[in-house]
């Protein structure tokens, strides 16, 4: 298994992520990263995956006028280490690629399990929220959910050109906050795209678009399959983007209050098989993850947006997922009552702010971890 790193800018075009944009306006080659993804795609055997992971609001390639990255994707979120210290607020690095890599395992003589291609795709999720706010008298969120719009068609792009040079490959997704609407978006602009599974993890983005996607995405012929994964923790987090982002005119409901499951399940005309909603922080999902061996490291805290990718146990069951592991269709995963075990918003939070000792001795975002066991990984 392979990485490869391509780049959107804030006008859509891509680029190879070792490389810079061309030009002085922003625009790009397109040689270097359609060569580079035709290379890796003629390594990718016939029964291999493509894994497309998009990361979401505050990080970007862009460098910092001081020509340094901080906030770079490729290096703090897809390749970097998980390891920190448990009192730290927000994760430094990630490790989506190696969380992944590691969680399948090897098969005899050390080869990977997972034979196919792993892209990183980064785009501009960050605008500088304090001269944003100095300039504009308001948060840089909207500004950013806007340019999500135009990262989807750069996304679709990419997606175009793999179903060109390889038609018998249907690209997998694992995404995060933000980069869920980067992907709907992509859904949107190519609505006919025979794709896979899309994982999307606390994802930053409202019903009513969620649901407009998927009708196109019928009427147009594609098929994907949604693993959406909430949590109680982030519901903090939820109602701040509900509050910052653009609201559609036909609602305001978010994704991440009950899922999309109970739209679908009132007559929506979209088929339910296509979409399962899980609740991370659930004790049913704990107990479904114990029954395969992916027992979490962590006890969970009130408030987290990042816990999504920092438990080494949720990295297997998304290893899982996109591995095609006997069990882990949605089907299953929906016969096992994992949606109707959901809880009410704010119940992860609402016992902790009756419980003043838990949140002093937890913190905000913090977790108590199994120090013994080597597998404990850092959690903002």
């Not at 990262?151 to 179903?163: E, H, P, Q």
């Not at 249907?170 to 190519?190: M, N, W």
């Not at 653009?246 to 994704?255: F, H, K, M, S």
């Not at 991370?280 to 107990?287: I, K, R, T, V």
Request: with cysteine; charged share 20%.
């Amino acid at each position: 298994m392979e990485i490869l790193r391509i780049n959107a800018t804030r006008d859509g075009a891509l680029f190879a992520g070792d490389t810079s944009p061309a030009g002085s306006d922003g625009s790009c080659r397109t040689r270097d990263w359609l060569d580079a993804l035709r290379d890796a795609l003629d390594r990718v055997p016939p029964d291999g995956r493509i894994v497309i992971m998009v990361h979401g609001y505050r990080f970007t390639w862009r460098p910092d006028p001081f020509g340094r990255r901080p906030h770079c994707p490729q290096q703090r979120l897809y390749g970097g280490s998980a390891q920190r210290p448990p009192w730290a607020i927000r994760p430094r690095r990630g490790a989506w690629f190696d969380g992944l890599h590691a969680a399948i395992g090897k098969e005899p003589g050390g080869r990977s399990a997972y034979r196919g291609l792993c892209i990183g795709f980064g785009w501009d999720g960050r605008r500088g929220a304090f001269v944003h706010l100095l300039r504009q008298g308001r948060s840089d969120f909207a500004a950013v959910y806007r340019g999500a719009e135009t990262a989807g068609r750069a996304l679709a792009g990419l997606l175009n050109a793999i179903t060109a040079h390889r038609p018998d490959l249907r690209p997998d997704f694992l995404a995060h906050s933000l980069g869920a609407r980067v992907v709907f978006a992509a859904i949107r602009e190519s609505p006919s795209l025979r794709l896979g599974r899309a994982l999307l993890l606390g994802a930053a983005e409202f019903v009513s678009p969620v649901r407009r996607t998927l009708t196109m995405q019928r009427d147009a012929g594609g098929a994907a399959a949604f693993y959406h994964v909430l949590s109680r923790a982030n519901d903090p987090f939820d109602a701040v983007f509900r509050q910052f982002a653009p609201r559609p005119e036909d609602g305001a409901r978010t994704l991440g209050m009950q899922g999309l499951s109970p739209v679908l399940e009132a007559g929506s005309g979209l088929p339910l098989d296509g979409w399962v909603d899980l609740q991370l922080d659930s004790a049913a999902l704990d107990g479904f993850l114990k029954t395969r061996g992916m027992a979490p490291t962590r006890r969970w805290t009130w408030c987290s947006h990042w816990h999504f990718y920092t438990d080494q146990a949720a990295m297997g069951a998304w290893a899982a997922i996109l591995h095609r592991h006997p069990g882990w269709d949605i089907l299953t995963l929906r016969s096992a009552g994992l949606e109707h075990a959901l809880a009410p918003r704010w119940s992860g939070v609402l016992p902790a702010m009756m419980s003043p000792g838990s949140l002093l001795r937890r913190g905000f975002g913090a977790a108590d971890y199994d120090t013994d066991d080597p597998r404990s990984v850092g959690e903002a």
